[in-house]
């Protein structure tokens, strides 16, 4: 919207060289994808912006869809639309109808929407439903270099593959349905520049807290965010996804990195991608997405990895996260009051003492799934740990693959007996207790260590109280029934 | 759909002084399985408005007089931040909430405010807090949407910014939709054009058809 504040014009980096002296012709990624996706300018310094692709779930779409029915409208381009329903969906069967009439009716709505729209559909019973912003990339669907949109903010996720991806409301799903534009203000741009090394147990996830931890929940609004150093260049497209995705907790709407040879190997060969010659005069093009060595961003952000352990949120917000062998934060100790009280009302919430130590906290839940990371890779890195363990007597833990094809991958590769085995139950792919809308879900009280990306009042279900961390940890917490540094466990 | 006109607006200030405020918080998400967008007002801080026996919580600030039936929000800092769920701004004007201030809001949720009528009005924090101090004995403040100005009890006056075009679409009702197809269709089909030519890979699955 208007994301550009005086104060945040003030607060560039001072080794950032002004609008007026940036090197004519230099480009970041971002203004890259901005200009090749700009339509026309329009007043308030804004542009109409092309929209390449939009993934429509069951939550966000009904209104659209009315919209375009009550005023007679048309979709513009049907394919370049993909729909799928994963946020209500229950995960522990997928052959009976849906128990909950809400979510029966909102599903059903959702088919008859893509039927009658003759929007490309992945069946709730089909191997190709999953989360939207895991069956994007899956399915080639998501393509560097385009710009992608969904009504879920997390969509910053498919920013790894150099696209500029952002969340949007439902009246712009509608928008972008009927004139495949969408008006936007040009963001800033932010460099994360990561250096160091990560060590083990050392993940994205980690990586991604700290930062958000360092910079806030408002430390980005405004900018579109590029990550870059040694460290990103050698994660995996798994990697680069969970921090592109929780860029959004840190108020930023896009999060990017640059394609490179890891992109295309993920890319090539994917259902809808470009295949023969179209393949590679587009990798070709995609390898041209580099932010030119000469250009400048608004502000830039190092962040040492060589600092980071294990990060455990302890609040109500994805900020407030300490590593876990730190000790609670004392309220008394910060100094802003509004910080202050923030804490103290988060203390109170999640029912834990300032001062004492965040690792023995007991727990009642464990949740391995979600965006962020429900991911083959995600689910390795928790089977690792709960291999030829056993979870706590008094801990429920689920295991709900990102997609049909993570889930039927860790199949193969025997991941589904070890979680079963060590007493995770092995659920069907969905959005599940990261928004808690089917019966995934905490009562008052319950405490869960979570993978997913939002530990705000009630994201889990009313009372429930929620820690954020990796797939090991969280599996980590499920064997020994409290908050546990993995590294004690797994080496 | 579009959004009712906005000009100005009378009104007592509520009272929220918590920073982040989420839109988790404004409209949990269980109650997004309800696909109308109408009627969602009873949802809104439902959490924090009732009690876990759906007995209004007496101590919440939104179940007190004159607070109750005040079309006006005061928050604190990054109002409205979290999912991009429209919801959150359809409950909050069901309520009867036509405008919100605060020192700065979520993107997303800023943006669907105005795409509904609702006007986000971003002051200093340090107003915010003079106001928010002040609001609880009662504040009734008259927004002007014409001269940007929230002016309080009469007595003093704040500027408000609000991008030119950004305003007239409030001021009028405008519907973003119907503008970009009734004012763009032939630039919207000139880059279709020029991206079919550049990059003939995005339009390849259509071709097939
Ligand atoms: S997993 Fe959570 S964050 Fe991701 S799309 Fe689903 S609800 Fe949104």
Not at chain 1, 47 to 69: G, K
Not at chain 1, 90 to 112: F, G, S
Not at chain 1, 400 to 425: C, M, N
Request: charged share 20%; net charge negative.
């Amino acid at each position: 919207m208007f994301p550009i504040t005086n104060q945040q014009r003030q607060n560039r980096d001072p080794r950032c060289v002004s609008e007026d002296l940036k090197v004519a012709g230099a480009k970041t990624l971002y203004e890259k994808l901005w200009d090749s996706h700009r339509v026309c300018d329009l007043a308030d310094d804004e542009a109409l912006i092309y929209i390449d692709r939009h993934l429509v779930h069951e939550v966000s779409s009904p209104q659209a869809f009315a919209a375009l029915r009550a005023s007679e409208r048309q979709l513009r381009r049907p394919l370049t639309h993909y729909a799928v329903a994963d946020h209500a969906v229950p995960t522990r069967n997928r052959t009976d109808a849906i128990e909950d009439p809400l979510a029966r009716a909102q599903v059903a709505e959702l088919e008859d929407n893509v039927a009658d729209f003759h929007v490309p559909y992945a069946a709730l019973q089909g191997a190709d439903q999953g989360i939207v912003h895991v069956i994007g990339p899956e399915s080639g669907f998501t393509l560097p270099g385009t710009t992608i949109v969904c009504g879920d903010s997390h969509t910053t996720t498919h920013g790894a593959f150099g696209a500029l991806a952002f969340g949007i409301g439902a009246s712009e799903c509608g928008t972008v349905m009927a004139t495949q534009c969408l008006r936007q203000k040009k963001a800033l741009t932010m460099l994360v520049q990561l250096s160091g090394i990560a060590s083990r147990h050392v993940t994205a996830k980690d990586i991604a807290l700290a930062l958000i931890a360092r910079i806030g929940t408002n430390g980005a609004a405004g900018y579109a965010v590029e990550y870059a150093g040694p460290v990103v260049s050698a994660m995996s497209m798994a990697e680069r996804m969970t921090l592109c995705n929780l860029t959004i907790e840190a108020g930023s709407r896009v999060g990017l990195i640059a394609p490179d040879e890891t992109t295309l190997a993920f890319v090539k060969g994917r259902r809808l991608a470009p295949q023969g010659p179209s393949w590679d005069r587009a990798a070709s093009y995609w390898l041209s997405l580099l932010t030119d060595a000469s250009a400048e961003y608004d502000s830039i952000v190092e962040l040492d990895l060589d600092r980071i352990e294990p990060q455990v949120t302890w609040g109500t917000s994805p900020d407030q996260t300490v590593s876990i062998a730190q000790a609670i934060p004392d309220p008394t100790a910060i100094a802003d009051t509004s910080a202050r009280r923030q804490a103290e009302t988060a203390l109170d919430y999640m029912g834990l003492k300032a001062g004492t130590p965040l690792e023995g906290t007991v727990i009642s839940h464990v949740f391995i799934g979600s965006c962020t990371n429900g991911r083959i890779e995600d689910l390795r890195a928790a089977a690792a740990v709960a291999a030829g363990r056993s979870v706590a007597s008094d801990v429920t833990a689920i295991v709900v693959p990102g997609s049909g094809a993570t889930r039927l991958q860790a199949e193969a590769e025997g991941l589904d007996r070890i979680f079963s085995e060590a007493g995770f139950q092995w659920r069907h792919p969905g959005c599940s207790m990261c928004v808690a809308m089917n019966d995934d879900r905490l009562e008052p009280g319950d405490r869960c260590a979570s993978t997913s990306n939002r530990n705000f009042e009630g994201r889990q279900g009313a009372g429930g109280r929620t820690h954020l961390m990796s797939p090991a940890m969280a599996a980590a917490a499920a064997i020994t029934g409290y908050l546990t540094d993995v590294r004690k466990i797994a080496e | 759909m579009k959004p009712q006109p906005f000009k100005t607006l009378f009104g007592t200030a509520a009272p929220l002084e918590q920073d982040n405020i989420d839109t988790d918080i404004i409209f949990p998400a269980r109650f997004l399985l309800i696909t109308a967008r109408e009627g969602l007002g009873r949802y809104a801080f439902h959490d924090r408005r009732f009690e876990s026996d759906d007995q209004e919580n007496p101590d919440f600030i939104l179940n007190q007089q004159p607070f109750r039936e005040a079309p006006i929000l005061l928050a604190g800092a990054n109002f409205g931040s979290g999912s991009s769920r429209e919801q959150a701004v359809w409950a909050l004007l069901g309520f009867g909430i036509r405008s919100i201030i605060a020192p700065s809001f979520g993107e997303i949720f800023q943006a669907n405010c105005l795409r509904n009528g609702i006007l986000p009005i971003t002051l200093p924090d340090h107003i915010v807090r003079q106001l928010l101090g002040r609001a609880l004995s009662g504040l009734n403040l008259t927004i002007d949407l014409e001269s940007q100005t929230v002016a309080v009890d009469d007595e003093s006056r704040f500027d408000f910014d609000i991008p030119p075009e950004r305003k007239l679409a409030l001021i009028n009702g405008w519907d973003e939709t119907a503008q970009i197809l009734n004012q763009k269709a032939n630039e919207i089909t000139a880059f279709e054009a020029r991206q079919r030519q550049e990059q003939p890979w995005l339009y390849e699955r259509e071709i097939d058809q």
